[in-house]
């Protein structure tokens, strides 16, 4: 097993940042942590009821950092959002070497059994969207996949791949801002949130390389459930023309394109992403 982090003094400084942004979120959320065969596990709910939205975030992020997402899933679903093992935030800080997706799989399967979770929506965002196809449950009633990994291996072209250099060689507000500038579409700035967040991340953490696609027979059987898969425009990680024939063999769907969209969903996107996550929560009645 591998930390996620660099030193003990890093871990504080993220854990730190993570519980500050829940105690001042603007609206209200709680938050439970369940002991897992992977340790504790931190989950941020908000809405009330039974929770029916599941959000798995992506790579380096967790509910501190996709508070926007929370907000906007909660005002019209309950919704929970789980801090990774492994992964920046307020989780066990430990993961595998190998093997990871389907570890991690097993991790969220633990999740709903512990919680009873039933006929819940995993919505998964790049990293998390992997992981939401490599769970298998009957507690599982349909997935929302925002960003995907799991489908093809990643597009990293060069100014991305220098950019990103830069950033994890010496972190700066700068250079983090210059990388994630990239993340979005042209013309569009990150949020400045998102930029401070990412800075300390690359500061205090080790890297995650981006997970690879997931076997064909599995993303064949995770078509025997309704799923929705959506993707940025302007995603340079994920362009729409290479995912939407990977989408189309292996899950028989057609991919949405989000319009003026990057990789990064950013606040003002979140309607729009709810609006297709409402396509598998809240399915027209025949």
Same mark, same amino acid.
């Given at each position: 097993?591998?930390?996620?982090?660099?030193?003990?003094?890093?871990?504080?400084?993220?854990?730190?940042?993570?519980?500050?942004?829940?105690?001042?979120?603007?609206?209200?959320?709680?938050?439970?942590?369940?002991?897992?065969?992977?340790?504790?596990?931190?989950?941020?709910?908000?809405?009330?009821?039974?929770?029916?939205?599941?959000?798995?975030?992506?790579?380096?992020?967790?509910?501190?950092?996709?508070?926007?997402?929370?907000?906007?899933?909660?005002? @019209?679903?309950?919704?929970?959002?789980?801090?990774?093992?492994?992964?920046?935030?307020?989780? =066990?800080?430990?993961?595998?070497?190998?093997?990871?997706?389907?570890?991690?799989?097993?991790?969220?399967?633990?999740?709903?059994?512990?919680?009873?979770?039933? =006929?819940?929506?995993?919505?998964?965002?790049?990293?998390?969207?992997?992981?939401?196809?490599?769970?298998?449950?009957?507690?599982?009633?349909?997935?929302?996949?925002?960003?995907?990994?799991?489908?093809?291996?990643?597009?990293?072209?060069?100014?991305?791949?220098?950019?990103?250099?830069?950033?994890?060689?010496?972190?700066?507000?700068?250079?983090?801002?210059?990388?994630?500038?990239?993340? !979005?579409?042209?013309?569009?700035?990150?949020?400045?949130?998102?930029?401070?967040?990412?800075?300390?991340?690359?500061?205090?953490?080790?890297?995650?390389?981006?997970?690879?696609?997931?076997?064909?027979?599995?993303?064949? =059987?995770?078509?025997?459930?309704?799923?929705? !898969?959506?993707?940025?425009?302007?995603?340079?990680?994920?362009?729409? @023309?290479?995912?939407?024939?990977?989408?189309? @063999?292996?899950?028989?769907?057609?991919?949405?394109?989000?319009?003026?969209?990057?990789?990064?969903?950013?606040?003002?996107?979140?309607?729009?992403?709810?609006?297709?996550?409402?396509? !598998?929560?809240?399915?027209?009645?025949?």
């Amino acid at each position: 097993m591998q930390a996620v982090y660099k030193s003990e003094r890093g871990r504080r400084a993220v854990q730190q940042w993570c519980s500050q942004a829940l105690a001042g979120a603007d609206f209200p959320i709680s938050t439970m942590a369940l002991d897992t065969g992977a340790g504790w596990i931190q989950l941020t709910s908000a809405g009330t009821g039974r929770p029916r939205i599941l959000m798995v975030p992506g790579t380096g992020s967790n509910a501190a950092a996709a508070l926007p997402w929370l907000r906007a899933l909660s005002a @019209r679903w309950p919704t929970t959002i789980v801090d990774l093992p492994g992964q920046p935030g307020l989780s =066990d800080q430990y993961r595998p070497r190998r093997a990871r997706l389907a570890w991690y799989g097993r991790v969220l399967e633990e999740i709903l059994a512990l919680t009873q979770m039933d =006929d819940v929506v995993l919505v998964g965002n790049s990293l998390g969207a992997a992981v939401a196809l490599a769970a298998s449950s009957p507690r599982i009633a349909a997935r929302a996949l925002i960003s995907p990994a799991g489908y093809i291996r990643l597009t990293i072209d060069p100014k991305l791949a220098s950019a990103s250099a830069a950033w994890l060689l010496r972190p700066t507000v700068d250079r983090t801002r210059s990388m994630l500038r990239l993340f !979005v579409a042209s013309g569009q700035n990150p949020p400045e949130t998102e930029v401070e967040w990412m800075t300390l991340v690359a500061a205090n953490c080790r890297t995650t390389l981006a997970p690879p696609p997931l076997p064909a027979q599995l993303l064949t =059987d995770r078509a025997q459930r309704p799923c929705v !898969v959506g993707v940025g425009e302007h995603d340079r990680f994920l362009p729409p @023309r290479r995912l939407a024939p990977a989408v189309r @063999r292996s899950m028989n769907l057609d991919l949405r394109v989000l319009p003026k969209m990057g990789h990064l969903t950013t606040p003002e996107h979140l309607d729009g992403v709810a609006n297709l996550i409402a396509e !598998v929560v809240d399915p027209p009645r025949s």
